[in-house]
Every structure is written in structure tokens, then in C-alpha cells.
């Protein structure tokens, strides 16, 4: 019998439903794992659950509500006993100018992107503490590590996620809840192509990423995987990022000279 990364543990996956959520929805499951898929898009998360099968549950969550968040982390208890891991995965993306910024346009992705990561975290202290110990994966962005122009709310919100992840690690360590930051680049989903990609020239923007790419979901779920997963048990308050180079590369207008 084959034997899967993450063999009984049970997962609690925000902003499942759909793109990097639901690759590892998906790939979480493959690895042995049950799987808790919470998001408000409704149709698509009970689409998700019901391919799956009996190793996952479609909650609606919205991130920014506690009770949902209480009632999430209650419902993945009673249907498959316990919560192992949190992906702190929903977020959003809004472009703007600071000087054109409105207030309620920032505080929207500041709720979603860093409150939602602050409740989830919170909500699932508790049933970890029970299981034993857990794994919380919050996925940041390059944006946590550095600044753009047109994004000043999604970098103090990924900035933040930054922070949050280590104080949470130092707090929890001696309860053997582990939290780490997944930082992914330019990822080719649904949200990227609908608020960042759209009407960009892909080529010119792939060819400054020393790869030559953008990220695709499995990339980043490979890490969230090894993060859920036994293999990572002395990683901790730890920075991952996965960007294909983007962030170890600066120079000649962000291009890579091509060799004589």
C-alpha cells in the first residue's frame, strides 16, 4: 500500500475553491490527507468537495468572520475528528495609485489578506493544541519582501503576513504548532490574470524571471505540502519563497542579458 506525505492529517484550506486552493485541495487529498475547503464561492467549493469525495467537506468561509472561521475549524472536528493544518490560503489583489487609493478600497484587502490570516491562525489554536500540534502555512507573496508601485495595500497586507507568521511561531513552538510563510511570484491563476495580467504583455513580463515563467499552482502547493507534511519538522517562524529567481535578480531594467 502506498504510504502519502500527509497520511491522517486532517487540512483546513482557505480560498479553496478555486486556482492555488484547489490545486491543493486536490493534491493534499492525493497525499492522504482530508481536506476542509472553505471559500464563499459556494458552487465551486461543492463542486470541488463532491469530486474529491469523502475526503473532503465544502464550508463557506469568509475570511473576515469569526463565527465562520469558529464554525469552519467545528465542522472539520466533528466530520473527520481533529485539524492538523491550516493553509491560510483566500486572498485579493487590487491595483492602485497610493494618491488614488480610497480608503475603503485598502482596508478591503487589508481584511481579507491579513485580518483573514490573523482569525484563521486564532481559530485554530485550540484543536491544533488537542491534535497534538499542527502546521499553519500562510501564503504571503514577494510582495512581503519587497515593494511595487500600484500595490501598496497588498504589500502591507503580504508585509504583515510576514510578521504575524513569526510572532505566531515563537508563541506556539512549545505547543508543536509550527507557522511558516509561503512566498510565491507571479502565479498564473484566475485572480492574477483577472486584477494584475490582463491586458499585459505575458512574454515581456515571463522573460524578466530568470526561469522564464510564471509559477502555476503546483509549484506552490509542492511547498505547502512539504510545509503540511513531517518532512518539515524543524522549520519554523521560516520564510519560503517560490519565484522562479524573481527576488535574487535586479538589474538592466529587470532583464536578463542574453549571452553572447
Excluded at 504589500?155 to 510563510?181: C, P, Y
Excluded at 494584475?196 to 530568470?210: K, N, Q, V, Y
Excluded at 507534511?229 to 535578480?249: I, L, P, Q, W
Aim: net charge negative; glycine share 14%.
Amino acid at each position: 500500500m502506498t504510504t502519502g506525505r500527509l497520511d491522517g492529517k486532517v487540512a483546513l484550506i482557505s480560498g479553496g475553491a478555486r486556482g492555488q486552493g484547489a490545486a491543493a485541495a486536490r493534491a493534499f487529498t492525493r497525499e492522504g490527507a482530508k481536506v476542509v475547503i472553505g471559500d464563499i464561492l459556494d458552487e465551486d467549493g461543492k463542486q470541488l468537495a463532491e469530486e474529491i469525495g469523502e475526503d473532503a467537506l465544502y464550508f463557506r468561509l469568509d475570511v473576515t468572520r469569526e463565527d465562520d472561521w469558529a464554525g469552519a475549524v467545528e465542522e472539520g472536528e466533528r466530520l473527520f475528528g481533529r485539524i492538523d493544518v491550516l493553509l491560510n490560503n483566500a486572498g485579493i489583489l487590487k491595483f492602485a495609485k497610493l494618491a488614488d487609493m480610497t480608503l475603503e478600497e485598502y482596508m478591503q484587502v487589508v481584511n481579507v489578506n491579513q485580518t483573514g490570516v490573523f482569525l484563521g491562525m486564532r481559530a485554530v489554536v485550540g484543536a491544533m493544541k488537542k491534535a497534538g500540534g499542527g502546521s499553519i502555512i500562510n501564503v504571503s507573496s514577494v510582495e512581503g519582501l519587497r515593494g511595487s508601485p500600484g500595490l501598496v495595500a497588498y504589500v502591507a497586507s503580504k508585509f504583515a503576513v510576514r510578521g504575524m507568521t513569526k510572532a505566531a511561531a515563537v508563541e506556539l513552538g512549545r505547543d508543536g504548532i509550527r507557522v511558516n510563510s509561503i512566498h510565491p511570484g507571479i502565479v498564473d491563476t484566475p485572480m492574477t490574470r483577472g486584477v494584475g495580467l490582463a491586458g499585459m504583455d505575458l512574454d515581456a513580463l515571463f522573460s524578466s524571471i530568470p526561469l522564464r515563467r510564471a509559477g502555476v499552482p503546483e509549484d506552490i502547493v509542492a511547498m505547502a505540502i512539504f510545509l503540511a507534511s513531517d518532512d518539515s519538522a524543524y522549520c519554523t517562524g521560516a520564510e519560503f519563497v517560490v519565484d522562479g529567481g524573481a527576488t535574487a535578480f535586479i538589474g538592466w531594467g529587470g532583464h536578463i542579458p542574453r549571452s553572447r
